[in-house]
Structures are given as structure tokens and as C-alpha cells.
């Protein structure tokens, strides 16, 4: 079924280079063609090593945490390859297998036991500026922390609210669980076809909304000139105009998970909002 593995892991973190270095050997050894992340070229023999950018491979290994797999989902080529995600983060909410069940599980993706779990991604624009697809969140900002933004927010070109804050962001139903829960935004079941604006520190009475995935989400800042836009974490650009204004939709693109027994709320359980209860 597949031929060719990209493997993506943590470089700063030895257990993860190790395991990395014996997968490549295991999977060259199975037959498949083998790519290795360039970051990791001084610590890993085995296997081909180019860019994420070019890593066009039928499936891809990532051995982190949630930071391992948002980094690789913003610059692999689309559309995305599935994703078998082997724990080695804090926190792993996105991650699929522990270390001790990464053989087992390679060996279960080669014989096809497994199942896809699709994630839908949000296309970003900003004053003609196209950013790269976010899996999680899109975070507005001024460029300095200390300084608020001034907002109008639209649906569908329709103005809804005005809004004074330390930032915005616009969360997919993955992203759902990660800084916009932290910023006091809801959980979202995957099966709810929608996306959440939440606010960062707002200044007013400004909870988060939550819209259908055909909504078009337009923010104008009012002030200041400079703003900030953050994708996933790592994908960062400063925007500097009159009025500087950002487009959120769904995007064309999907992230796809490898996944075995466990489900949405297994996890929410067993990492998350649950964790000690039952």
C-alpha cells in the first residue's frame, strides 16, 4: 500500500533522533523508499534527506509532540499524505502511539490496519498576502505585545462586532482544543462542521462565536498599522498598511491522521479535559 515514508522528528531531543534513526533503518529494510527531514542530516544515515517542502512521500512519521506535526502539516506539499504521529511531546493531544508501539505500529500501516481521520484546515489572506493552510489557528496581533487591537469583524462581508483586544484568532475544530481553549474558547466535536473566533485579553464583554465552515470571517483593523499573523505557531509575517485586513475560510485541503482504536474523545480523556476523572 505504501512505498515511500517521510520521517519529521524533534531535533532536540535524543530519544527522539534515536528512534528516528532505527526507524529509517526498519523501514528501509521493509522495501520503502525513505526520506529524512534535512534538520535532522548530521544525525540520521538511513534514508534520504530533503526538505519538508519536498517531501513528497505516501505517508509521513512524525516523532513529537502536537508542535512536531503543526510545523510539518504548514510545509509539506499539499495534498498532505497521511500522518502516523508517535508520541515524544509534553502533551500529544494530536499524537497517535506511544514510542514503545512505534514497530507495531508501522507494521499495522504497511498492512493496511488503520483507519484516516480527516481534520479540516482554514485558508488564510491578508492584504493579497496568501498564508500557508492552518490546522489549528490563525492568531491576529499587534506587532508589539503591549499594544491593543482595534477591530471590525465580518461574516460574509456583513459587519457583526467591533473589538478591542490583546488579539483575535479563528480556530478549526482541531485547533478547537489548543490556545483557544486556553484563551476560553469552546471545545468542538470534529463532527461539527465549524470554525470559532475567540478573542485574546478582550477589553470588553466578547466571548467566543462560533461559525458554519462556508462562512467567510473578514477582519479590518482599524489600528494600529502593524499587525502580526501568527499560523499554527510557526508560520509567522508582520502585515503593515492603512488599515490591514485578514480573510478567513475553510480550506480546500485537509490534514490526515492515521488512527487505530482510539478516538476524539479517548483522547479529550486520557490527555486533556478529562485526565483522573472515571
Not at 509539506?76 to 502511539?97: C, D, H, S, W, Y
Not at 496581533?141 to 471590525?152: D, G, T
Amino acid at each position: 500500500m505504501f512505498k515511500s515514508v517521510g520521517l519529521v522528528a524533534r531535533f532536540d531531543k535524543k530519544k527522539a533522533i534515536k528512534l528516528t534513526r532505527d526507524l529509517a533503518e526498519y523501514l528501509k529494510k521493509k522495501g520503502l523508499e525513505t526520506y529524512v527531514e534535512d534538520t535532522l542530516a548530521k544525525k540520521v544515515s538511513a534514508g534520504k534527506i530533503i526538505p519538508l517542502e519536498q517531501m513528497k512521500a505516501n505517508f509521513i512519521i512524525t516523532i513529537g509532540g502536537d508542535g512536531t506535526i503543526l510545523r510539518t502539516c504548514v510545509s509539506i506539499p499539499k495534498p498532505e499524505p497521511p500522518i502516523l504521529a508517535i508520541n515524544m511531546g509534553v502533551r500529544g493531544f494530536l499524537t497517535e502511539v506511544e514510542p514503545k508501539n512505534a514497530f507495531s505500529a508501522v507494521d499495522r500501516c504497511l498492512k493496511g490496519e488503520f483507519k484516516i481521520e480527516k481534520c479540516a484546515k482554514l485558508s488564510v489572506t491578508a492584504d493579497g498576502t496568501q498564508f500557508p493552510d492552518a490546522l489549528n489557528e490563525v492568531v491576529i496581533s499587534a506587532e508589539e505585545p503591549v499594544k491593543i487591537l482595534y477591530a471590525r469583524i465580518f461574516r460574509d462581508k456583513e459587519p457583526i462586532l467591533k473589538c478591542q483586544a490583546d488579539g483575535l484568532m479563528v480556530s478549526t475544530q482541531t485547533g478547537s482544543t489548543g490556545y483557544s481553549l486556553s484563551a476560553g474558547g469552546p471545545v468542538l466535536d470534529p463532527r461539527v462542521n465549524a470554525f470559532v473566533l475567540t478573542p485574546i485579553c478582550a477589553l470588553t464583554i466578547f466571548r467566543s462565536i462560533v461559525f458554519p465552515a462556508d462562512s467567510t470571517l473578514t477582519v479590518e483593523v482599524i489600528r494600529p498599522k502593524k499587525i502580526l499573523v501568527l499560523i499554527d505557531g510557526h508560520y509567522s509575517q508582520l502585515i503593515k498598511s492603512m488599515h490591514p485586513s485578514l480573510t478567513v475560510t475553510s480550506s480546500k485541503y485537509e490534514t490526515h491522521f492515521i488512527r487505530f482504536k482510539e478516538n476524539f474523545y479517548d483522547r479529550l480523556r486520557s490527555r486533556l479535559l478529562f485526565k483522573g476523572m472515571g
